[in-house]
C-alpha cells in the first residue's frame, strides 16, 4: 500500500467519527446532530453530507476534504478574533506552498467572477457572508465559524487581467494547519462558484 492509498483511506467517516464528533456546540457550531458550514451540512449521525445548494448528497471522494478540514478544526481551542488581516503568505510555510495555493484557489477565483465580479458579492451573500468596502470588489465569509476569510476581487483593466487575494484573520494558524487552510480555501471558492451555478 502506497502513502497515497493509505492516506486517502484514513479520511473515512469511521476513522474521523469520534474527533468529527467532538464539535457538536463547540469551536462556533451549534449543539445539534448536525454540523453546517459553507451551506453543507453533515450528519454526525452517520457522515452523510448534504449540499443544501444543490439540493442532494455529497459524493463519497468530496468528502474526504471535508473530513479532513473538520478533524483538523476539532484539534484547536477557541481564541479571539484578532481583526488583522494576512495573507496566505504569511502563514507557516505559505511563501513555499504560494504557487499551489494560486494555482489552486486565487487562479479559479479571478477565473470565474474576473469577468463580472459583482456577482462574487451575490454568491458570498447566498453563503451567509457580506461585502465589505476593500479594493473593487471585497466580502467575507465565515468559512468555518470562527474562520472568517476576506475575499478581493480586482477588476480587469486594458493592462490587467482581473486577479484576486484572500486574507485570513491571523487567529487562523490557531484553527487549521496551512495545508488545511488551503483546502478550506479551495472549498469555499468551489461553494462561491456553486451558489451562481443552476
Not at 483511506?9 to 474527533?19: A, H, L, M, N, P
Not at 451540512?41 to 448534504?50: A, I, P, T
Not at 472568517?148 to 484576486?164: D, G, K, Y
Request: aromatic content about 10%; proline content about 5%.
Amino acid at each position: 500500500m502506497n502513502g497515497e492509498t493509505s492516506e486517502s483511506e484514513f479520511w473515512t467517516w469511521s476513522r474521523c467519527k469520534e474527533r468529527i464528533s467532538a464539535l457538536r456546540g463547540r469551536l462556533g457550531f451549534e449543539d445539534t446532530p448536525t454540523l453546517r458550514f459553507l451551506k453543507l451540512k453533515l450528519s454526525l449521525d452517520n457522515g452523510e453530507v448534504f449540499d443544501e445548494l444543490k439540493g442532494r448528497r455529497v459524493s463519497e471522494h468530496s468528502k474526504k476534504p471535508i473530513y479532513c478540514i473538520l478533524y483538523g478544526y476539532a484539534d484547536a481551542v477557541q481564541v479571539p478574533e484578532t481583526s488583522v488581516l494576512t495573507s496566505f503568505r504569511h502563514l507557516p510555510g505559505g511563501r513555499i506552498y504560494y504557487s499551489v495555493y494560486a494555482q489552486r484557489v486565487l487562479n479559479p477565483l479571478a477565473r470565474f467572477f474576473g469577468e463580472n465580479p459583482r456577482r462574487l458579492v451575490e454568491a458570498a451573500e447566498i453563503l451567509g457572508g457580506a461585502k465589505l468596502e476593500l479594493e473593487d470588489y471585497s466580502v467575507v465569509v465565515r468559512a468555518l465559524p470562527l474562520v472568517p476569510i476576506t475575499i478581493v476581487l480586482r477588476s480587469a483593466t486594458e493592462e490587467f487581467p482581473a486577479s484576486a487575494n484572500i486574507y485570513y484573520d491571523s487567529s487562523v494558524s490557531n484553527y487549521l494547519s496551512t495545508e488545511e487552510t488551503v483546502m478550506l480555501s479551495e472549498l469555499t471558492v468551489k461553494r462561491l462558484r456553486d451558489a451562481l451555478k443552476p
